[in-house]
């Protein structure tokens, strides 16, 4: 199974940075895909970014030129950059991974969430 532990949430200003990171372990064969979700209150929960082992990413409409993704695969770890951050980029996020085990199952893990607060 795959354990994912984050950190690097907390409260910023608007216009302000934060880092989030997501480390990964465990017993797997591969990590495939990582990237990080978020649930806004009253919101369901949404894509934020996605970065596959081989480096390809992808963005939600709302993040774009704002957030970026990245990835160490030596360390198994998921970085978000959130740059220009808005009050509406306020949620828990969280890190998701998908691969595979040794036995060739797919597996899909999730972190236990990270706040993130933007205040205005």
């Known amino acids: 199974q795959v354990r994912l532990v984050e950190s690097g949430g907390g409260l910023v200003q608007a216009g302000g940075s934060l880092r989030l990171s997501c480390a990964a372990s465990g017993s797997f064969r591969s990590i495939d895909v990582m990237g990080w979700y978020r649930r806004a209150p009253g919101k369901e929960r949404e894509s934020v970014a996605a970065i596959s082992s081989g480096g390809s990413t992808n963005y939600a409409d709302s993040v774009k030129g704002r957030f970026t993704i990245s990835r160490d695969n030596a360390k198994n770890t998921v970085y978000l950059q959130m740059n220009s951050l808005k009050p509406e980029d306020t949620a828990v996020y969280y890190c998701?991974?998908?691969?595979?085990?040794?036995?060739?199952?797919?597996?899909?893990?999730w972190g236990q969430g990270t706040q993130v607060t933007v205040s205005s």
């Open positions: 998701n991974a998908v691969g595979s085990s040794w036995y060739r199952e797919l597996l899909n893990s």
